[in-house]
């Protein structure tokens, strides 16, 4: 079946740092790629998507590229700032695998930034 | 109106109560979901309903009872529940269910005793 793999957490790093969160999946066929953010106490919120290979989402600063060819999706963000800190979900969409209906989520990583 | 409203934000029950939890959203969409998570863990897929009808139920226990009266409304009714059921269940919902792009509520957080 598909799966996410997000690199372990947590991530600690200074304000104006730049973050990498690296993401890799396994999935047949074409899926979607999604960042999805949860800052305490709330729910997910979509961060950023991308829908087909070598497609780039942005938002917010952060970006992530799709590649088909090393199945990545690693998230970055040139100068973090205290407010992103929070949880970070790499998840992927098959409409056209086993996995129809439903997100496929990664672990999950904790950014902490710092002052 | 972008918003998935979930209620009540915090639920205490025991084992022996029944409550449910709600799920409003009125984008239009025709897919809506319930979550289940757990403290610094992804959340994990419970059911999902496609166009009001119940298209995927994962192995949920039956103490767990999703409703959906029309197609802005999710229940969730929850009876005989034990303490390890605490968690963050959120709603869901998205335009079709090929799922794509989700939008999510701010869950309601429950304590079983």
């Known amino acids: 079946g598909d799966s996410v793999t997000q690199m372990e957490g947590p991530v600690t790093l200074s304000e104006e740092a730049f973050l990498t969160i690296n993401c890799t999946y396994t999935a047949t066929g074409y899926p979607s790629l999604f960042w999805y953010v949860q800052y305490p106490g709330e729910g997910l919120q979509l961060l950023l998507k991308?829908?087909?290979?070598?497609d780039k989402g942005s938002n917010k600063g952060f970006e992530a590229t799709y590649r088909k060819e090393t199945t990545s999706f690693h998230l970055e963000k040139g100068s973090v700032q205290v407010s992103d800190s929070a949880v970070y979900f790499c998840?992927?969409?098959?409409?056209?695998?086993?996995?129809?209906?439903?997100?496929?989520f990664g672990q999950g990583t904790i950014l902490t930034v710092h002052p | 109106d972008t918003e998935v409203t979930q209620t009540p934000k915090h639920l205490v029950m025991g084992m022996t109560n029944k409550k449910s939890l709600k799920c409003e959203q009125h984008m239009g969409h025709r897919a809506m979901y319930w979550y289940k998570q757990k403290a610094k863990k992804p959340p994990e897929l419970m059911f999902v309903y496609s166009y009001e009808k119940l298209s995927i139920n994962e192995s949920v226990p039956s103490r767990f009872s999703p409703e959906c009266p029309n197609s802005s409304l999710l229940n969730l009714h929850l009876h005989a529940l034990q303490p390890e059921d605490s968690a963050l269940y959120l709603c869901?919902?998205?335009?079709?269910?090929?799922?794509?792009?989700?939008?999510f509520g701010e869950g309601s957080r429950l304590t079983v005793l």
């Open positions: 991308a829908t087909k290979a070598d």
């Open positions: 998840a992927l969409s098959n409409a056209g695998g086993t996995s129809y209906g439903k997100l496929t």
């Open positions: 869901a919902s998205s335009e079709g269910p090929s799922a794509g792009e989700l939008f």
